[in-house]
């Protein structure tokens, strides 16, 4: 397999697993959501998709975005985060926090894994190096506001 054929594999693989990841994130946020009703079930599922579309956008131009938009897009991965790890909580069996303190390590770790991870995992897929992602638009934000 020559160069070029690795990194188009390579490149696919990262838009394919995003996806995954998407999905995942997605599935565990609407089941952290829970409403007791099953018939606004698919509220979770929207919140999430949305919450997903307002990421993307922030990343474009992160904390250079409108203050609106900047406020959405920290509260959109507040949210995704916290439901996220409400959701792994609930499929692992809810376990007794108060007995096991270290037993929120795991869904929070995943939780904020599978909420920043698919966003700049697709845009690398899609774009290749330079693209942009949350950890970066802080980072880079904090340089750009520290040369002033």
Do not use: C
Not at 25 to 33: M, P
Not at 85 to 108: E, H, K, R, T, Y
């Amino acid at each position: 397999m020559n160069e070029k054929r690795y990194e188009q594999l390579v490149h696919l693989l990262a838009i394919g697993v995003a996806i995954v990841l998407w999905f995942i994130s997605v599935q565990f946020s609407a089941d952290g959501f829970k409403f007791a009703l099953p018939r606004y079930a698919w509220v979770g599922y929207v919140l999430a998709i949305a919450v997903t579309i307002i990421e993307l956008v922030f990343n474009e131009e992160g904390m250079n975005h409108s203050l609106t938009i900047v406020a959405v897009g920290l509260l959109s991965y507040a949210y995704g985060i916290a439901t996220n790890v409400l959701g792994i909580w609930a499929a692992q069996g809810s376990p007794d926090i108060a007995a096991n303190p270290i037993a929120i390590l795991f869904p929070a770790l995943l939780g904020f894994f599978l909420e920043i991870a698919p966003e700049p995992l697709l845009l690398w897929g899609l774009m290749g190096t330079g693209a942009r992602d949350f950890l970066g638009q802080l980072l880079n934000s904090n340089k750009a506001n520290k040369a002033y």
